[in-house]
């Protein structure tokens, strides 16, 4: 059985950061970030693949920097100018064999528990 473990969710100011981490406690070929927002679907962030391609959906690019300790199997998501609108609760998402352009469109095998980020 598959888990994963998040951390580093928090409160935090406009305009500021935070990263969380997560990991998984078997090896997956991609994993990444999902965030749903109070009355919103959930929604892919960044994911990356053990060969290094990194995916972001475009509201994050050039705020949010995702990465990852394979040896680990931990991924990072670094956010940056955080904004009220990416106040979520933030899911770890991973998956055995789908590449990192298809767990960001929904091909998730496994989720976290999810950490909450609020911005104010």
């Known amino acids: 059985h598959v888990q994963l473990v998040e951390s580093g969710g928090g409160t935090v100011q406009t305009g500021g950061s935070l990263q969380l981490s997560c990991e998984s406690s078997e090896r997956m070929n991609s994993m990444g970030w999902f965030r749903q927002a109070p009355g919103k679907e959930r929604e892919g962030v960044a994911t990356?693949?053990?060969?290094?391609?990194?995916r972001y959906e475009d509201f994050v690019k050039g705020r949010f920097a995702i990465s990852a300790d394979s040896a680990k199997n931990i991924v990072y998501l670094q956010m940056n100018r955080l904004q009220p609108e990416d106040t979520a609760i933030y899911y770890c998402?991973?998956?055995?064999?789908?590449?990192?352009?298809?767990?960001?469109?929904?091909?998730?095998?496994?989720w976290g528990q999810g950490t909450q980020v609020t911005v104010s």
């Open positions: 998402a991973a998956a055995s064999l789908a590449s990192s352009y298809s767990l960001l469109k929904g091909l998730v095998n496994y």
């Open positions: 990356i693949e053990t060969n290094g391609r990194t």
